[in-house]
């Protein structure tokens, strides 16, 4: 076997870089340059110590960093690998390198494969921390959470990397990021079996504890309401895709390894559990993360805000309210008939003077640009009412709602 560690680091980890201390954001992978990291940070967060160590050519000091991480955490397959990598670094027989990843000899073996999607791990790990979102910015995809939304995930599948937001002060801070693995085949699940992520916006529903699953569950699972109603609507197939652990005898998988969920090793996800509500916090899965200042987003959020009032100011009359509602999806063959029933509603509910609170939009684009919106639907005069989600889509004569339900 040939050693990766070394050049792996010194192509990947700048001399010299470090990150301050995990502080009071919490971020997953921060490194500190003062001295060795304890049992009782996080494994990823020792691990990257032990490359920037590597990429100080501090070798020595690495490997012994390594030998107290594979001591602590003997399921870590990547950390055994680096500390693999520094055994053969300390003999002198490094070779067969090229761009900072290990090439080993052709080999069709178990081993082999594994070997590699172990480095892709090391690979993905390391350039999630080099390319660290800017500070304050967040996915362009959320364009307005309320406070009451006190936690948002964004799933970053190119990077294999989650980010868990919390609100501070009014605003949406990043406070830790996580490795995840996703589906073998990739991502943007179109039906049944396909091993793929879905790609879009969605909800976790439930909280499943590790008593209740599998041990190839880990220590729980979230659900996500996969596949949610516009998905349904265009034909998209499957369920059961979850955020939950890894088995007991793991500490990671592969970046690609799943049958579609996102997993997690297991102390991240207990963090995550721990943290989130079920029903409230929104999961957007992308490709990559476009990064943007919440400031940007003033423009979009003021545009929905004026549709949503123009469609509760004629809520109530059915005659002007059904030009809100979508009969189809205009050129997409697989449209189902719409699930909207304005006429219905209109005849089952008062007509009562409403005030919508606590607004959610989310934004997204599939072909044509889309947007989830959540909000409580307060009649006057009362204190609380439904929570109601719709799924808007601009099908270029204007933006339809292609689906409405009550959520809670």
């Given amino acids: 076997m040939v050693a990766g560690a070394l050049l792996l680091a010194q192509a990947i980890v700048p001399a010299g870089w470090a990150q301050a201390d995990e502080g009071s954001d919490g971020r997953s992978g921060a490194v500190s340059a003062a001295g060795p990291l304890t049992a009782a940070q996080s494994p990823e967060r020792r691990l990257i110590a032990v490359y920037r160590l590597i ?40 070779s067969g390198f090229a ?8 080999d069709s073996s178990d081993l082999a494969q594994q070997s590699e999607q172990i480095r892709q791990e090391a690979v993905l790990r390391l350039l999630a921390l080099q390319d660290m979102p800017p500070p304050g910015a967040v996915p362009r995809q959320f364009v307005m959470l309320p406070a009451s939304t006190r936690h948002a995930i964004a799933v970053d599948a190119a990077r294999s990397r989650l980010y868990l937001f919390e609100h501070r002060s009014g605003k949406l801070a990043l406070i830790e990021s996580h490795y995840v693995s996703i589906g073998r085949a990739g991502v943007d699940k179109r039906v049944e079996g396909d091993q793929r992520t879905p790609l879009g916006v969605y909800f976790i529903t439930s909280k499943l504890s590790d008593k209740q699953l599998k041990d190839f569950y880990g220590a729980g699972a979230l659900p996500l309401n996969y596949p949610n109603e516009y998905d349904r609507r265009i034909g998209r197939t499957g369920s059961g895709i979850w955020l ?37 916090t929104p999961v957007v899965i992308v490709e990559r993360i476009d990064w943007v200042a919440p400031d940007s987003l003033d423009g979009e959020r ?78 006057q005069g009362a204190r609380s009412g439904a929570v109601l989600r719709q799924y808007w889509a601009d099908d270029g004569n204007g933006w339809k709602i292609v689906h409405e339900g009550v959520v809670g």
Wanted: with cysteine; hydrophobic share 40%; proline share 6%.
């Fill in 99 to 106: 761009g900072g990843v290990t090439r080993t000899a052709p």
């Fill in 244 to 280: 939950h652990g890894v088995p007991s005898e793991s500490y990671a998988r592969a970046p690609r390894e799943t049958d579609g969920c996102v997993v997690l090793a297991n102390d991240d996800l207990r963090r995550i559990m721990s943290t989130v509500r079920a029903r409230q």
């Fill in 302 to 379: 003021r545009q929905v805000l004026a549709l949503l009032e123009g469609w509760r100011g004629v809520r109530w009359d059915p005659s002007r309210a059904v030009d809100f509602y979508a009969t189809s999806l205009g050129d997409d063959d697989k449209a189902q008939p719409s699930r909207v029933s304005p006429e219905r509603l209109f005849k089952t509910s008062r007509p009562r003077p409403t005030q919508l609170k606590e607004v959610s939009i989310l934004a997204w684009h599939d072909g044509r640009d889309l947007l989830v919106v959540t909000f409580g639907e307060v009649p």
């Fill in 55 to 94: 990429g100080e050519a501090r070798l020595g000091e690495a490997l012994e960093q390594a030998d107290a991480l594979v001591r602590d955490v003997p399921n870590f397959r990547l950390a055994h690998l680096v500390r693999g990598d520094l055994l053969t670094a300390r003999r002198g027989v490094l």
